[in-house]
């Protein structure tokens, strides 16, 4: 069983930088699909990237397209979320997952806990 665990949240101002990590143990995640998710307070959760593993191919939302990017280490077993030029709107809490498929989904069987990001003047 997938186990995840995020960090690298806090709290910036807009225009700052930050970088998420999400740590995975258990089997390899080599033909998995790893994804950022995030909920805001009152909002539904929404997928912010996925990483195709074993393909290397990668999504965005729209939202975040241009300035966050999701990469893995040559052990792949921690994917990142590097997150550039951040808003006010990207205040949320950033889950990853992950699933044995090729695209990411809601309905991804593991999750971390989150980590929490906060921008604001």
């Known amino acids: 069983q997938v186990q995840l665990v995020e960090s690298g949240g806090g709290s910036v101002q807009p225009g700052e930088s930050l970088r998420l990590s999400c740590v995975a143990s258990?089997?390899?995640?080599?033909?998995?699909?790893v994804g950022w998710f995030r909920q805001a307070p009152g909002k539904k959760r929404e997928e912010v990237s996925c990483l195709t593993m074993s393909t290397g191919a990668t999504s965005y939302a729209p939202s975040v397209k241009g300035r966050f990017t999701i990469s893995t280490n040559n052990a792949k077993n921690t994917v990142y979320l590097q997150m550039d030029s951040l808003k006010p709107e990207d205040t949320a809490t950033y889950y990853c997952?992950?699933?044995?498929?090729?695209?990411?989904?809601?309905?991804?069987?593991?999750w971390g806990k989150g980590t929490p990001v906060a921008v604001s003047p």
């Open positions: 997952a992950a699933d044995t498929t090729v695209q990411c989904n809601y309905a991804m069987p593991y």
């Open positions: 258990g089997p390899p995640l080599d033909y998995y699909a």
